[in-house]
């Protein structure tokens, strides 16, 4: 069992910024990878930013050189700075993370519960 724990969604104007936090915790031996993904109104969930527990990190085209992943190892913790928000960055933003109970397990995936941003004037 492993529990997400998502901060920092609000309404904010276009141009402004919010950093949310998502902290895992419960049975993890290892995390492979924890990203955001975003869920805008008749879309489909879409991946924002991901980062694995060597570094290695991705982002959508739409968000490079606007937002940042950064990590936390020992707190389990993953971050997205977000600046200079649009309105089409309006979504549900959720946490994901990918991870080992213990070192022969399968790894298994879990979800935060999301957290709404809404970038409006």
């Known amino acids: 069992q492993v529990q997400l724990v998502e901060s920092g969604g609000g309404l904010v104007q276009p141009g402004g910024s919010l950093r949310l936090s998502c902290a895992a915790s419960?049975?993890?031996?290892?995390?492979?990878?924890m990203g955001w993904y975003r869920q805008a109104p008749g879309k489909q969930r879409e991946l924002v930013a991901a980062?694995?527990?060597?570094?290695?990190?991705n982002y959508a085209d739409s968000v490079k050189g606007r937002f940042t992943i950064s990590r936390d190892n020992a707190k389990n913790t993953v971050y997205l700075q977000m600046n200079s928000l649009k309105p089409e960055d309006t979504a549900v933003y959720y946490c994901?993370?990918?991870?080992?109970?213990?070192?022969?397990?399968?790894?298994?995936?879990?979800w935060g519960q999301g957290t709404q941003v809404t970038v409006s004037s």
């Open positions: 994901n993370a990918d991870y080992k109970e213990w070192p022969k397990g399968p790894i298994k995936s879990h």
């Open positions: 980062i694995t527990s060597g570094g290695s990190i």
């Open positions: 419960g049975s993890i031996f290892s995390i492979n990878v």
